[in-house]
């Protein structure tokens, strides 16, 4: 719609350079008034003030589609500049401050050196690599620690006392959706952030369930007492990132790995409610080699249960230990692995080799494309996001969609083929004659109210095309039960 803006609009003797403030002003203004007709009036002052070129870029800003790519390392690496520090000392301020304004300030007065750790702003998350076999993972460093690769939501605890916050990967404050989380993340003798992830949890059975149960309590402002007790989460902590007006991110795995567990057990002396050590060992009793988990159970008058878990951590030094530990984490319904250098430092927001994720996939499903939409960045104009179903009877059911696996080359082929199929332009999508047959892989598949077949698939990425296949040679509705059904004996 910029481009559009920009080749449609007028150039207007009026126009003038508008300025960065006074674009600030009038967009603070249109989200200030009410109504579409208030909000439509102001926007068509701006741009009729507005050059052809800066009206483009307005409606870019507008419609969320100026994909710029600006990072605020860019904006850490030009205070360093500006101000003649190093790029390590405005990274390390504004890591500790969480506010890029505030770490302006200091470099403008020359102490960024008193930056403190401020509690209750997220600091990013440490990302793994994928690794496609054992062999691989073990080729980056030696005496691996393994975790279960947990199917929940990444999320950092910050706690001090009784004030618990909790933070998704996007930064996001997800507290409210898990209400119960607090009370058992209270309670440490220090301030300390963890960092850990929330699955829902089978507590009879001690293990986590798939990741289409926990989906129920996603994106809800307001949790009932009822969707807690028909949907309990657990908290598994696997890192400590600050304790007690210490940053412990420079410090090697191994050793957070050890104050993490004296956290645990410092926090059952001296936790106030009806903390317990579900299993019967303190934290620092736990034989890491043999990758058990020591928890601390709350539960409430209502009862509602919620557990602070540690999450169990074996060790591998050949890839015939890691396949074993691959198959007893998949046994127990979990994704994968994770493997990770026991002296790797903690890199917010960076994904290395320190750590990596040994996942396989569920299944695949062959698969009949029945639409398709343009793409966002490098693939603007080609058709590269696919829509796809299967097989119910004689009738094709919609199932998924995905936009990953396929090479440019590939893509471009297959956009000059859709665009001579086309049975219905919808604009920016296009429904196509159903002929293509992909292979889709998934992690795993959830029931589904969105999808015509009544099914989900998490994750799902093209494996590559099947020109080899009819559309009636696709997989149907009744394979799909399967696998889900199957998937779920296996959890």
């Known amino acids: 719609m910029g481009s559009v803006a920009g080749e449609v609009l007028p150039a207007r003797r009026s126009a003038g350079d508008l300025s960065v403030l006074e674009v600030l002003a009038k967009f603070r203004e249109i989200a200030a008034s009410r109504g579409p007709v208030a909000k439509s009036a102001l926007v068509r002052e701006m741009l009729s003030q507005a050059t052809p070129l800066e009206a483009k870029y307005l409606v870019k800003i507008m419609t969320g589609d100026l994909r710029i790519g600006l990072k605020e390392s860019l904006v850490e690496e030009a205070l360093a500049k500006a101000y003649g520090v190093t790029a ?82 996007t930064r996001d404050d997800i507290t409210e959706s898990f209400p119960e989380l607090p009370d058992v993340l209270a309670g440490f003798a220090q301030d300390v952030i963890l960092d850990g992830e929330i699955v829902a949890w089978d507590y009879a059975d001690s293990r986590a369930l798939p990741f289409s149960a926990l989906q129920q309590r996603l994106g809800r402002k ?176 919609n199932i998924g969609k995905a936009y990953s696996g396929l090479t440019d080359v590939e893509i471009a082929e297959m956009t000059k083929w859709f665009l001579e199929h086309v049975i219905e332009d919808q604009g920016f999508r296009l429904v196509v004659e159903p002929k293509i047959v992909l292979e889709v892989a998934f992690n795993n598949m959830m029931e589904s109210d969105r999808h015509e077949s009544g099914y989900a698939l998490r994750f799902p990425r093209i494996v590559r095309l099947r020109p080899d296949k009819l559309p009636e040679d696709a997989d149907t509705v009744e394979r799909a039960r399967e696998i889900y059904e199957g998937q779920g004996k296996n959890s």
Not at 147 to 161: F, L, N, T, V
Not at 267 to 291: A, C
Not at 294 to 316: D, M, P
């Open 222 to 397: 307001r949790v009932s007492d009822e969707m807690t007790r028909r949907v309990p989460v657990a908290y598994l902590v696997f890192d400590v990132l600050y304790s007690g007006g210490a940053l412990m991110i420079d410090r090697p795995l191994r050793e957070r790995a050890g104050f993490l567990d004296e956290l645990l057990a410092e926090k059952n002396t001296h936790h106030r409610g009806t903390l317990r050590l579900r299993s019967g060992q303190t934290p620092t009793q736990r034989k890491t080699k043999k990758g058990e988990q020591g928890r601390l159970k709350f539960e409430t008058e209502e009862g509602i249960t919620s557990e602070l878990i540690r999450a169990g951590v074996f060790q591998a030094s050949s890839p015939q230990e890691l396949d074993q530990l691959f198959e007893a984490a998949q046994a127990r319904g979990n994704e994968g692995l994770m493997i990770k250098d026991p002296e790797s430092v903690y890199t917010p927001g960076r994904r290395g080799k320190s750590w990596l994720k040994l996942k396989r996939e569920l299944a695949t499903l062959d698969v009949v494309v029945m639409a398709v939409e343009y793409g966002h960045g490098k693939r603007i104009g080609v058709l590269s996001d696919y829509t796809f179903a299967v097989r119910d009877g004689d009738r094709l059911v």
């Open 88 to 169: 390590k000392e405005v990274q390390r301020a504004n890591l500790l401050l969480g506010d890029i304004g505030e770490t302006l300030k200091l470099a403008w007065d020359g102490k960024l050196g008193e930056a403190r750790m401020r509690l209750f702003h997220p600091l990013g998350f440490m990302l793994a690599s994928p690794a496609e076999s054992a062999e691989q993972a073990l080729s980056y460093f030696e005496n691996a620690l393994v975790e279960d690769k947990y199917d929940g939501i990444r999320a950092q605890a910050h706690c001090s006392a009784e004030d618990v916050r909790i933070f998704s990967r």
